[in-house]
C-alpha cells in the first residue's frame, strides 16, 4: 500500500471513528439526561442547557480551529506543476506559522519575534529560524498542555466513577489539548494524522468503559483475604486512583503523538521542498540540536542580565 492510498484508509478510519465518538457522546448525553429527569425534569433541562454550551465551547469550536488551521503538504511528488505547488503552499505555511507563533505565543522572547518577522519574506532564513523555535520553545508549550489536560482527566475521570461522563470528559478533554497544541505551535498534523488522532481519541473511550467494569475494590477484598472497614474504604479509593490514572496516561500518549505528528511533518516537509539527500537530512538534525542548545545558553545569559539590571 503506497502513502497515498493509506492516506485515504486513514481518513476513511478517522471518518468513522468521528461517527462513533459522536454517537457514544450523544448516548451518554441522554442516559445522565434521562437520569436527572427522575430527579425534576427542569434539571435535565438545565443539563441539557449547560452541555450543549460545553459542547460547542470544548468539541465544536475546537474541531473548526483544528481544521481551519494550516499544515504541511509532504506527498513527495514527480510532476514538476505539483511539486511547485506543493512548495508554495508549504511556503503560505511557514509564513502562517511565523505569524500566528508571533501573535499567540508569550513564552518566546520578544527579540526572537522581531528576527521571526524580519525574515518572513526569506523562505530559507525563516526555515532556519523557525525550526529551532519550534523544538524548544514550542515543545515546552506542548509539555505544559499535556500535563494540564493528562491532571483534568485524572480527576474528572477518578471522581465520577460513571462510565458516561468519563466517555463525555475524556472526549472533550482530548479534543480541546490537541486543539490547544495546535494554537500554540501554529499549525495542525495533516488530515491523515488527525485521523489517527481521532481514532486513539476513541480508542480512550472505549478502554475507559473497560476499565470502569473492572471491580478493583472487590479484587482489593479478595487479595487482602478479609472485608474489613479498612478495605471498604481503602477499595474504593485503589480504584478511583487506577481509572483516573490510566485515563490520564491515554490522554497524556495522544499529546505525544500530536506533538510527534507536527514535529515530523515539519522536518519531512523541509526535506522534500528543499530536495534534501539522507546525509544533508542528518546533518540538519545535527546543526538543529546544536542551535537548540546554543539558544538554551543565549536565553539563560539574557535572564542573567535582566536579574542584574533589576
Keep these: 500500500m503506497n502513502n497515498r492510498n493509506k492516506n485515504k484508509f486513514w481518513i476513511l478510519i478517522g471518518i468513522g ?57 509532504i506527498n513527495d511528488d514527480s510532476n514538476p506543476n505539483k511539486q511547485t505547488k506543493r512548495k508554495n503552499h508549504n511556503n503560505k505555511t511557514l509564513k502562517k506559522i511565523a505569524k500566528n507563533i508571533i501573535k499567540n505565543n508569550d513564552n518566546i522572547p520578544l527579540f526572537r519575534k522581531e528576527s521571526l518577522q524580519a525574515v518572513l519574506n526569506n523562505k530559507k532564513e525563516l526555515q532556519n529560524q523557525l525550526e529551532p523555535i519550534i523544538n524548544l520553545y514550542i515543545k515546552e508549550d506542548i509539555s505544559k498542555i499535556m500535563n494540564k489536560h493528562a491532571i483534568n482527566v485524572f480527576v474528572r475521570t477518578a471522581l465520577s466513577q460513571n462510565n458516561n461522563l468519563d466517555a463525555i470528559a475524556i472526549i472533550m478533554s482530548n479534543v480541546e489539548m490537541v486543539k490547544e497544541i495546535v494554537y500554540v505551535a501554529g499549525y495542525r498534523p495533516s488530515n491523515a494524522k488527525l485521523s489517527k488522532l481521532t481514532f486513539k481519541i476513541l480508542r ?29 474504604v481503602i477499595g474504593p479509593l485503589v480504584e478511583m486512583s487506577l481509572q483516573g490514572t490510566a485515563n490520564a496516561l491515554l490522554t497524556y500518549r495522544v499529546g505525544i503523538q500530536t506533538r510527534k505528528f507536527l ?20 546533518t540538519r538534525i545535527t546543526e538543529l540540536k546544536k542551535e537548540i542548545e546554543r539558544m538554551r545558553k543565549e536565553d539563560k545569559q539574557m535572564k542573567k542580565e535582566q536579574k542584574g539590571q533589576n
Excluded: C, W
Aim: hydrophobic share 50%; glycine share 2%; proline share 2%.
Design 263 to 282: 514535529f515530523k511533518e515539519y522536518h519531512l516537509s523541509n526535506v522534500i521542498d528543499n530536495e534534501l539527500e539522507m546525509k544533508e537530512a542528518e
Design 204 to 232: 480512550n473511550v472505549l478502554i475507559s468503559y473497560g476499565i470502569n467494569e473492572i471491580k478493583i475494590s472487590d479484587m482489593v477484598k479478595t487479595f487482602l483475604k478479609t472485608s474489613t472497614q479498612f478495605t471498604a
Design 17 to 73: 471513528s468521528a461517527i462513533l465518538l459522536l454517537l457514544i457522546l450523544i448516548s451518554s448525553i441522554i442516559e445522565i439526561g434521562e437520569r436527572l429527569a427522575t430527579i425534576h425534569i427542569y434539571v435535565s433541562y438545565a443539563y441539557y442547557i449547560l452541555l450543549t454550551i460545553m459542547i460547542i465551547i470544548l468539541i465544536i469550536y475546537p474541531t473548526i480551529y483544528i481544521l481551519s488551521s494550516p499544515s504541511f503538504k
